[in-house]
């Protein structure tokens, strides 16, 4: 086997473990998915009510800047406090490092929406609620959805680090790696595809973008 | 395309909605919180007891309704024994007798492989209401090798046969080992009447490979690995008993076999069936012939019709 070069070696891994890498990839996905839709239930209300509460907007963006603030294997050390070992804990960990990127833009995009297209709006007799989804929402839709495009790409890093709490994912095969004598091409094995699901997650994202932006904002 | 854009967000607050109700149980996800017909099972980060962990794993799965997840990577036996303690795991993977008691349950070393293997089972089940099987039928020791052409030439066969090369034979040990309290080199130098004037502390997953290109003469390394078969490495034998004996058996908490009676007939068929040179093989498998331990876990149970002769 230490005949082969680094790639080789990458190469026989996958033909020989094809399933569980598969299993793998599954796990960290829908683990890195349920962290940021979590925060996506949390963060979008939230920075659509700051929006609109302007002076809540600083304390609440402080708060979730001092969340970002601490390192990942220490905030994930402190839920183990109170969750255990596992993967509910590496979710509320996502969710956490989600929350800023998705409450940030959701402020961000809620605020910069053009002042006299609301006041079209109102003077066409919608109520607050049909502003919010037919003028607020629609207009400040990219600038969310880079937020959870951001998010994603964080939550994808932070699930690899999860495997140290038992969590499993692809984490677990670069672990692996840094503990084998000859582990480079299991740390490669596990790094690729994770770094390939953060950059096929962006794409998608980017093409979900191009289809919920209305069309006449599109250009 | 406003009503469209309406209906989209009715879909997503829908969806997520449906999802945030199942948040204890995601679908998809063997949680490690998870719900009653769940087994948790931890695995340390080494070799060995992921791949017993998959094994009890998979053994499990395909015997019964239950599903399992692995608690994997945690980092000592300290750790593994809060987790049971704690209810956060049902079954602890792989248990060695000798860890457990020096660092769990906070006694003296026992050098007697039966007493030692007894008194675990006695204390366990006493302060925390688990569960010792008998061991899978391997032991984990430190051993002392030497490449077999010269163990011929010197006649060694045991660590006391040492003495006769130990002024021109270099002596390579895990650096852990050095200073391990009650069994490190000092008290080994004593217990032995052995001094190695060229003895390197180093990395213990070199030392094998040390051995055997001929840097190192004599190497201190895990019995268990997969390199002593691959590379023929003659081990010494402990004959003054210096090494406490790490057998390898599983840890269950009482709650869960309580719950589940028809669980512990199926733990037991591992019991003495994983020899020294199995573990040795498949510990091989993994580290140099880069398979998964899951893989070589599967392959190791349908070769033995996941033990189903055995009652």
Redesign the interface.
Known sequence: ??KLSIWQ?FI??YQ??GA?VLQQF??TF??SI?GV??A??IGIPVGIFIARNSHLGDFVVEIANFIQTIPSLALLSIVMIG??????TV?VTVTLYSLLPIIKNTYTGMRSVDKNVIDSGKGMGMTNLQLL??VR??LSMSVIIAGLKNALVIAIGITSIG??V???GLG??I??GT????GG??ILAGAVPTALMAIVADIILNFAEKW?V???LRE | MKKYFKKLLLVIIVFLLAISTTACGLPGLSSAQGGNDTIRITALTTTESQIVANIVSQLIEHETHYKTSIVNNLGSAPMQHQALYRHNADIQAAAYDGGELTANLGMPAIKNSKKANDTVRYEVKKRWDQTYLPTYGFSDNYAFMVKPEEAKKYNLKDISDLKKVEDKYSLGVASEWVNAPGVGYKEFEKAYGLSFPKMRAMNIGLVYSALQTGRMNVVLGYSTDGRIDSYHLKLLKDNRHFFPPYNCGMLINNYVLREHPDLKPILRRLVGRIGMHTIRHMNYEVDDELLEPSTVAHQFLVKNNYFRDKK
């Open positions: 086997m230490s070696q026989y891994y020989h473990n569980y599954d796990r829908l683990i349920y839709l979590f996506a239930i969750l255990g070992l596992g993967v509910n979710i989804y037919m929402l629609p495997s140290f038992g969590a499993g677990d095969i672990i692996r503990n084998a004598t000859n091409a299991l919920i209305p069309k006449g």
